[in-house]
Each structure stands twice: as C-alpha cells, then as structure tokens.
C-alpha cells in the first residue's frame, strides 16, 4: 500500500499559491502543508543573514508539525540564498525557484530579456551566475521592483489596483535599442503570475512572460514520483502573522 507523500510549499505572502496550484494539478494525492511567512513579507528587501535565518526558523518549526517529503521553496528571492544552507540541514528533496534566465535565453528572438523581480533577487550572486552561464551574447536587463509583490497580494485579496501602478513596475522591462526591442520578460518572483492577464494587457508592446511553475512542478514529480493515490489529498496554509486565506488554496 501506498502511502501519502507531504509536500510542503514555502513563500513570504501568498505568491507561492501560483506554485502550489501547478504542483497539486501533477501531484493532487499529496498532502500539503502552504507556509507564507506574510509577518515577514516583503522578503525582497531583507538583507541576506536575515532572511536565511528567518527562513531556517520558519521552515524549522513547520517541519515539527508537518514532517514533508519534500519542500518546495515557492520564492526566488529565498531560493538564491537560501538553498545551500537548507539543505545542508534537512535530508528531503528541497526544490527551489529561481529566475528562468536559461528557458528565456533560449526563447528570445531579439536578443533582449528582463528578469522582472524584487530588488533582492537582482541583485544576487546567483542571479548574476545564471546570466553569466546562460545568456551569453543576450542582453539582459534586471528590473528590481520595490512594489509589485505587494500589489500582486492587494489584487488577489480583492483590493482595487490601478492599472498605472502595474504600468509603472513593469515599464523598465521594455527597451528599445537599434532597431530591436525585449520580447521575453522573465517573473523571476511567484508573486507576478497572479498578475499575468492584467499585465499581458498593459505591456507596451507582447512578449513572452515566462514563469517557472510548471517547470517546478515537474521537478516536484522528477524528485518525488507521479501520483500514486487515486484519491485527492489535503491542503493546509499557515501564515505566521495568522488568518490565513484556506479559500485561496482551492481557488489556486
Ligand atoms: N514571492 C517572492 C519571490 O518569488 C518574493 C516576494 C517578497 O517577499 O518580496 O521572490
């Protein structure tokens, strides 16, 4: 007999939702633990100690509780520091997410991306090294957003979001030059997919938006196996700051 694998799926707020709902379309038998560590939130301008030990203590106590199979850090901005130290730490599978400069290297047809991210992501070592060894000859423009995280929460809470606040994150993102313009934006943060429609609609001119979900979910069944229960598993959220929104887990 089978028995039920438990995943535990990991963010500062809620953008790790857009995480989650790929992996449970790949793995519905699982049973998972969603943590957002909204008390904290936003991660993207912590400086890096913090955050690694914030996210250490977090994880650390959830893991009592819920002891995962695997962990899925949903964040890019922890991902790129924190990954190294986790698992050293923790002997199951950890997944991350960091920005898609490879996949988006391979798509442009301009030679133009930009990693649209929070000002954390931008500017790591990490994020760098991926530029370095993948997007050679591309030229790749790093947008850091102070703000879009937290307006991709306001919008999925059901607060109004005015269109010119989304414009003006994401206008840094389109360039012009000699005759070529960016036609991939990289949402190097899990937050931005809550937002695809409305900026697909506001971008100046179409690009390829790529988010990394689907590519983390099927690392998720890579590490783990394929489904191995017909029947569905649970879903649980906790937030450190409380009240956690359980509806959005079935609205993922
Ligand atoms: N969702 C997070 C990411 O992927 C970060 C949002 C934040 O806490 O600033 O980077």
Request: net charge negative; with cysteine.
């Amino acid at each position: 007999m089978s028995t039920r694998q438990k995943i535990l799926v990991f963010d500062s707020g809620l953008g790790g939702l857009t995480v989650f709902r790929e992996i449970r379309k790949v793995r519905p038998d699982a049973d998972y633990l969603y943590l957002g560590d909204d008390a904290l939130f936003p991660y993207g301008a912590l400086a890096p100690e913090a955050l690694v030990a914030r996210v250490e203590a977090v994880i650390g106590d959830a893991l009592a509780d819920f002891p995962a199979d695997a962990i899925v850090i949903a964040c890019n901005t922890a991902s790129t520091l924190v990954l190294p130290p986790l698992r050293a730490r923790h002997a199951m599978p950890i997944v991350g997410t960091v920005p898609a400069i490879k996949p988006a290297a391979a798509a442009t047809r301009s030679r133009m991306i930009s990693v649209l991210a929070t000002p954390g992501t931008v500017s790591r070592d990490y994020t760098a090294e991926l530029i370095r060894d993948f997007a050679q000859g591309v030229a790749v423009t790093l947008v850091g957003s102070r703000a879009l995280a937290g307006l991709a929460e306001r919008a999925l809470r059901g607060e109004a979001v005015p269109d010119e606040a989304l414009a003006g994150e994401i206008a840094p993102c389109f360039v012009e030059a000699e005759g070529r313009r960016t036609d991939v934006v990289v949402l190097a943060c899990t937050h931005y997919p809550l937002l695809l429609d409305r900026l697909g609609a506001l971008a100046p001119w179409p690009v390829q938006w790529i988010d990394p979900a689907p590519a983390i979910a099927r690392r998720v069944v890579q590490v783990l196996g394929e489904s191995s229960l017909d029947n569905p598993g649970s879903a649980r959220m906790v937030m450190t700051a409380g009240n956690p929104p359980e509806a959005l887990l079935d609205a993922a």
